[in-house]
């Protein structure tokens, strides 16, 4: 089994700063793309953020200049800095991996989410 837990969540203002973060554990064999995708109420799930093992990045056009992904392959971790946060990145965002288990078996895997709420 492979888990992923995100925390850093919560309530924000707008022009604030929040940073998620998700570790991944488990039967892990290697880790491909890491990244993060929110869904706002009514809305459909979208990509924020993904970063490759490679380390290659792409963003959502409306987090560009605004939003950074990190990661450590070493920790199976990876981060999301929202810099300059607007009310419409209100969303439950959600930490996604695709994982190569012990038993070699490639496999997509979502945490659990976490809400952030950007209101003054």
């Known amino acids: 089994q492979v888990q992923l837990v995100e925390s850093g969540g919560g309530l924000v203002q707008p022009g604030g700063s929040l940073r998620l973060s998700c570790a991944a554990s488990g039967s892990i064999f290697k880790i491909n793309a890491m990244g993060w995708y929110r869904q706002a109420p009514g809305k459909q799930r979208e990509l924020v953020a993904r970063?490759?093992?490679?380390?290659?990045?792409n963003y959502a056009d409306s987090v560009k200049d605004r939003f950074t992904i990190s990661r450590d392959s070493a920790k199976n971790t990876v981060d999301l800095q929202m810099n300059n946060v607007k009310p419409e990145d209100t969303a439950v965002y959600y930490c996604?991996?695709?994982?190569?288990?012990?038993?070699?078996?490639?496999?997509?895997?979502w945490g659990q989410g976490t809400q952030v709420t950007v209101s003054s």
């Open positions: 996604n991996a695709a994982v190569l288990t012990t038993k070699m078996l490639w496999g997509d895997y």
């Open positions: 970063v490759t093992s490679g380390g290659i990045t």
